[in-house]
């Protein structure tokens, strides 16, 4: 177990996060708030109820990723509960993973198969 620190042991880094995570927090509970008002407690999803103590697990969706997005309207956002969202993320992070390149080789196409590349030729064609 590591020792507490004392007010000597807190450096500047320590400072920076601390004010970084207040600030998110803050931020959260305003787009949080606002969320819950425009829409049902409801993951939209899965579609599993919350309300009482469980409605901590239904979470705020940026639905651009992008967290200080956050008009009034709710636009950007979407409820999901804990499990949905994490598979929101995991499914970008694989697709993210999927297209990389590895430093020093050419990007190749994951697809080399075209099925509808005739489709125009044969639609134009005469009965």
């Known amino acids: 177990m590591s020792p507490k620190k004392t007010p000597r042991d807190i450096t500047a880094g320590d400072r920076i996060v601390?004010?970084?995570?207040?600030?998110?927090?803050?931020?959260?509970?305003?787009?949080?708030?606002?969320?819950?008002?425009?829409?049902?407690?409801?993951?939209?999803?899965?579609?599993?109820?919350?309300?009482?103590?469980?409605?901590?697990?239904?979470?705020v969706h940026h639905k651009d990723h992008n967290h200080d997005n956050n008009p009034t309207d709710g636009s950007n956002w979407e409820l999901l509960?804990?499990?949905?969202?994490?598979?929101?993320?995991?499914?970008?992070?694989?697709?993210?993973?999927?297209?990389?390149?590895?430093?020093?080789e050419e990007s190749q196409p994951l697809f080399t198969h075209t099925p509808f590349a005739l489709l125009r030729t044969l639609l134009k064609r005469e009965p």
């Open 18 to 59: 601390e004010m970084a995570r207040r600030q998110r927090a803050q931020r959260e509970k305003g787009y949080r708030a606002q969320a819950l008002k425009l829409y049902p407690n409801i993951c939209a999803r899965c579609g599993r109820e919350f309300s009482g103590e469980n409605l901590r697990e239904l979470t």
């Open 81 to 104: 509960c804990l499990y949905c969202h994490d598979n929101e993320h995991a499914r970008y992070q694989i697709a993210d993973d999927c297209n990389a390149v590895t430093p020093g």
